[in-house]
DNA sequence: GCATTAACCACAG
DNA sequence: CTGTGGTTAATGC
């Protein structure tokens, strides 16, 4: 993990959405809580079971949030963007770190003390709003994501994340499949193996493209419909 | 019963 | 790390 100079948040060009909303002043003590560093990929920004201490600004580069669960077995939650925060959810109860976050390409993230955020979001209202704003949108589609593992099988699951990655990460019909076949399946809720099969069948039926680690959709409207009816 | 789905296992690139 | 094949258990007509 690289260490960087102290950062300026009125200049930032990677500006969240809640900071637009902070004062000259407010930004100012957001510069003085946060310490920039740059990671490479597979590094951990903050680990399950480990006390925390700041919010992680997901400046640039993807993320991937991921949790252990009874088996020890690590599941992927979500994917998570540039300008989104990390870790809000410890930030009021709990000191220790629920689930692990690490770095899905090369990426630069901000580490905001706990301390100077909550006292940013009881400052200042539209901070807090905007903040809330994105929790609850965050909070709807986890929703969306329980039903669709609860009721579709498999091929509906990886249909839809497939498309999640095309719709959601990339915004594009070609993206790099990121993640090994073990993650991918743990994010699914899978194994590899049926992964690995159900993939092929994709390809088999011309439903999506794939050369090395890129991935193409080529019927949209088929891989939809597979994705809704599970 | 018979078919489908998906996990588990083993083995080979 | 991946792909494949065989086996097995559960579930649904």
């Known amino acids: 993990m690289d260490l960087r100079s102290e950062s300026s948040c009125a200049r930032c060009r990677f500006k969240s959405k809640a900071a637009a909303v902070l004062s000259e002043e407010e930004l100012h003590m957001l510069g003085k809580a946060c310490v920039e560093v740059s990671v490479n990929r597979g ?26 669960g009874p088996r020890n077995r690590d599941q992927i939650l979500k994917i998570a963007c540039s300008g989104t925060y990390l870790g809000i959810q410890t930030i009021l109860g709990d000191v220790v770190n629920q689930y692990s976050a690490s770095a899905l390409t090369r990426a630069v993230a901000c580490y905001i003390r706990v301390g100077e955020f ?32 609860w009721q579709k099988q498999l091929t509906g699951r990886l249909a839809e994340t497939l498309l999640y990655f095309a719709e959601e990460i990339f915004r594009a019909q070609e993206y790099p499949m990121l993640l090994t076949r073990q993650e991918l399946a743990s994010m699914v809720g899978g194994t590899r193996e049926s992964v690995s099969r159900a993939m092929k069948e994709f390809v088999d039926s011309g439903i ?8 193409r959709i080529l019927k949209p409207e088929l891989i939809k419909k597979l994705a809704d009816s599970g």
């Open 208 to 215: 999506i493209g794939m050369n090395k680690k890129e991935i």
């Open 43 to 68: 590094d951990a920004f903050f680990r399950q079971g480990t006390p925390s201490g700041h919010v992680v600004y997901l400046k640039e580069g993807l993320a991937r949030i991921h949790k252990k």
């Open 118 to 149: 909550r006292l940013l979001i009881q400052k200042n209202g539209d901070f807090a709003n905007e903040l809330i704003d994105y929790i609850c949108r965050e909070e709807l589609s986890h929703f969306n994501r329980l039903v669709s593992h």
